[in-house]
């Protein structure tokens, strides 16, 4: 695809399902990032994948956030246990290089409630 | 940790008035980037800066990066209705994985 492509677009469930999230990156882009966008907020960043491995994880919330990326394209972003407060849209990028000179391209995200 | 502010969070500028959100970032940037978030879309990149002093513009928009390389202004003159969105910048984390930090960003409506 052209861009980057996130689904599902909407997310509704209970209390303590687990969801999954997922990331089509643009092709031929080896970075993937994961944020977190709550109302009105700013973006809170949570992973960051360098092809399949993700160096830096520093901003996943809790256990319960997990993500992997497999063959250096899709990424899932799994959330065990929701809690209310994990409301929010769950934004994905991709860039060409993980260096940090590099426009990050974002998917529509998924936007998340947690009844 | 690492932060990157903006002010001032919410703008309201009549169509035609000019328009100046600035960035602070508690660490030097080795480069700022700024992004445009329309109402219920994404992030879309809009510019990077890169050079101490760098001034870049975009028609209408004024991209500025600070001597020092820690703050940053977007000044947009002359407003247009589709001006309208938020618009954050957003500096490499200090681990320099890529990550990004973002300003909390600056809101701003125009009205006709």
């Known amino acids: 695809g052209a861009g980057v492509s996130q689904s599902p677009s909407n997310k509704v469930t209970e209390k303590g399902k687990d969801v999954e999230l997922r990331c089509d990156p643009i092709?031929?882009?080896?970075?993937l990032y994961w944020y977190r966008q709550s109302l009105g907020q700013g973006l809170e960043f949570l992973i960051y994948?360098?092809?399949?491995?993700?160096?830096?994880k520093s901003g996943l919330p809790s256990d319960r956030f997990s993500a992997e990326r497999t063959g250096g394209s899709v990424s899932t972003l799994t959330i065990q246990r929701t809690q209310q407060e994990d409301s929010a849209v769950y934004l994905c990028?991709?860039?060409?290089?993980?260096?940090?000179?590099?426009?990050?391209?974002f998917g529509d995200g998924t936007r998340l409630s947690i009844l | 940790g690492q932060q990157v502010m903006q002010i001032p969070q919410y703008q309201h500028v009549q169509e035609g008035e000019d328009f100046t959100t600035y960035c602070n970032s508690s660490?030097?940037?080795?480069?700022i980037q700024w992004y445009k978030q329309r109402p219920g879309g994404h992030p879309v990149f809009l510019i990077q800066?890169?050079?101490?002093?760098e001034v870049k513009k975009q028609k209408r928009l004024t991209f500025q990066f600070g001597e020092a390389k820690k703050n940053s202004s977007l000044h947009i003159t002359a407003t247009q209705t589709t001006d309208v969105g938020t618009y954050f910048c957003?500096?490499?984390?200090?681990?320099?994985?890529?990550?990004?930090?973002f300003g909390q960003g600056t809101t701003l409506q125009v009205k006709p």
């Open positions: 660490t030097t940037l080795s480069n």
């Open positions: 092709s031929g882009h080896t970075a």
């Open positions: 990028a991709s860039s060409l290089m993980g260096t940090g000179f590099q426009p990050q391209h």
């Open positions: 957003a500096g490499p984390g200090s681990s320099n994985t890529g990550k990004l930090i």
């Open positions: 800066l890169v050079k101490s002093g």
């Open positions: 994948f360098q092809g399949n491995s993700a160096p830096d």
